[in-house]
């Protein structure tokens, strides 16, 4: 049978299309849209990159951003200062700092500073303790990205063994959990885990998070598994994942692509999360809520 290709780009439209009416019924409850502050230091030129394309999707479904440019020089202090006052604006529902950031800046404490309520990355420790324990909290956009992708595919978890390769606290280990929450039985492999290919042969769900270009081959694949790639890597002057598209489609009963897979997922779950956060720190309940589709 010819795999399918779960499209993150089509789903990730109609995410955002429900994400515009949530932002549409915000805007006519409180007479403002829900607002995104996003912090950039330094001038990365992929996190330039990732900074543009967030703007551009919150203008498309009507969200506010606003991106605080910073000197790569910037201290410490002064990131602090502004994610205080960006904790205390009432127009501001959703924060992030653009990773990564300059040596000199400890990542890890700026996310700490930001308010949990507001962490639209979920990278806060209190959301990734809620995480674990099953209870609501601010979900990692990449890995609600990946589980949304599934579920609005048509792809069943629950009974499945799922095999993630990579296990980062942005992508591995969050989406581990939210397959285990489904009720998948998750394995998550790394790189010391011998013999990666007789785990992977397991998998009837295998998420690729590893950010080595291509190196899930058709032979490390069982039959009918369906494949979701999440790394992007520059090759050759292209994009391309860490599966080996070739070589694993004519295995796999499900596939992403790279581009237009899980990334268009990643963008379309900021602006969820961001709508979510304007909804619960205004005290209200999403206006369409039981209608959304997101
Ligand atoms: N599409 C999106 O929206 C999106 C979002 C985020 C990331 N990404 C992409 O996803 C990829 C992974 O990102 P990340 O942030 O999770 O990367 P990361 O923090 O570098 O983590 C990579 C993981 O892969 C494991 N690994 C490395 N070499 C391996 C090997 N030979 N065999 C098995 N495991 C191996 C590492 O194991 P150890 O822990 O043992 O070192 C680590 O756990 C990158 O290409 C990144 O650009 C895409």
Redesign the pocket.
């Known amino acids: 049978m010819e795999p399918r290709i779960l499209d993150g780009k089509a789903v990730a439209g109609r995410v955002k299309a429900g994400v515009a009416r949530e932002v549409e019924a915000f805007r006519t409850k409180h007479g403002h849209p829900p607002g995104l502050a996003v912090i950039l230091v330094g001038d990365n030129p992929a996190s330039q990159t990732y900074v543009r394309n967030k703007e551009t999707a919150c203008r498309e479904v009507g969200i506010d951003s606003e991106v605080y440019r910073l000197e790569a020089s910037a201290p410490e202090e002064a990131v602090c200062r502004l994610l205080r006052q960006l904790n205390e604006k009432t127009d501001i529902h959703g924060i992030l700092v653009q990773l990564p950031l300059p040596p000199h800046l400890d990542a890890r404490m700026l996310v700490e500073a930001i308010r949990p309520e507001k962490d639209v990355d979920g990278f806060h420790p209190l959301n990734i303790g809620r995480l674990v324990t099953g209870e609501a909290c601010m979900i990692p956009?990449?890995p609600r990205?990946i589980v949304t992708l599934l579920e609005r595919s048509g792809v069943s978890i629950a009974g499945k063994h799922a095999v993630v390769?990579?296990?980062?606290?942005?992508?591995?280990k969050p989406v581990a959990l939210l397959l285990l929450e489904r009720h998948a039985t998750v394995t998550v492999?790394?790189?010391?885990?011998p013999d990666?290919a007789a785990v992977t042969l397991r998998g009837d769900i295998l998420v690729v998070?590893?950010?080595?270009p291509q190196?899930i081959t058709g032979n490390m694949v069982k039959e009918g598994a369906v494949v979701v790639d999440?790394?992007?890597?520059r090759l050759d002057g292209r994009l391309v994942?860490?599966v080996d598209f070739e070589s694993v489609w004519p295995k796999a009963g499900y596939i992403t692509p790279v581009p237009g897979?899980?990334?268009p997922?990643?963008?379309a779950m900021l602006l969820a999360n961001t709508v979510e956060a304007a909804w619960r720190l205004t005290g209200g309940v999403p206006a369409l809520a039981g209608r959304r589709d997101f």
């Open positions: 956009c990449t990205g390769v990579g296990r980062s606290n942005i992508v591995g492999c790394h790189s010391r885990t990666l998070a590893v950010g080595r190196m999440v790394g992007i890597n994942g860490d897979g899980v990334g997922m990643t963008v």
